[in-house]
């Protein structure tokens, strides 16, 4: 079965606001998560990662949040713009699979 | 630096069929990986390769599907026959791997139509 998984497959957002991905995963061995996005007809492109010993982490408008405790994952971005328009995927790196995905639509 | 690069972009053939995928990884990345995505789903890991030994195959469907990394560099990837069922965008990505599986860099992909 799929280690990784995702509460959501589509969320639809106002330009502006803020998103929250969400993202479970089964293996508590892993020590090591990714998010990606990927837009139409392009490859996952690496956007944020987080390492166990974290709770969470900062980038450039996203935020990953990492609750072992219940193996939870989140993805959140701040002041979404439509360029985030894309489907995110959570990973994690003792098996590298993927869920389903979320796509985010973004709304002007 | 230059980044993962996948051929051909786009094939079309008939089921029944051979067809073949080359990658080329990222330059030192010693760890290596194929993934088929079909429409409107996640990518799905078909094998991993450590330089050019194969970490986990476990979801490749060997029937069909083999794939190679004989200098632990460039990779192929084979489908013989092709099924209907196999159209999909097969993703080559790359990592460092070390000193455990680390964040991979995808190719665009190429886009199989089995027609």
């Known amino acids: 079965g799929e280690s990784v998984g995702l509460h959501l497959p589509t969320l639809s957002v106002q330009e502006g606001d803020n998103s929250i991905i969400n993202c479970a995963y089964s293996?508590?061995?892993?020590?090591?998560f990714i998010w990606y996005k990927q837009e139409s007809g392009k490859g996952p492109q690496f956007i944020i990662d987080i390492r166990s010993n974290m709770d969470k982490r900062q980038g450039q408008r996203v935020t990953v949040l990492l609750n072992k405790t219940v193996k939870h994952l989140s993805l959140q971005i701040a002041a979404t713009q439509p360029g985030d328009s894309a489907v995110y995927f959570c990973?994690?790196?003792?098996?590298?699979?993927f869920g389903a995905g979320t796509r985010l639509t973004v709304k002007p | 630096e230059a980044g993962v690069a996948q051929s051909p972009r786009y094939k079309i053939i008939e089921k029944r069929q051979s067809v073949a995928f080359w990658c080329n990884p990222i330059s030192g990345h010693a760890t290596l990986y194929w993934y088929q995505q079909i429409l409107g789903q996640g990518p799905k890991l078909l094998i991993q390769f450590q330089n050019n030994g194969v970490v986990d195959d476990s979801q490749l469907p060997k029937d069909r599907f083999s794939a190679e990394r004989l200098k632990g560099v460039d990779s192929t990837l084979k489908i013989q026959p092709a099924k209907l069922e196999d159209s999909a965008v097969y993703l080559c990505a790359s990592s460092t791997g070390l000193p455990r599986n680390t964040e991979a860099f995808f190719g665009q992909g190429t886009r199989l139509t089995v027609v």
């Open positions: 293996n508590s061995a892993s020590d090591y």
């Open positions: 990973a994690e790196n003792r098996d590298m699979r």
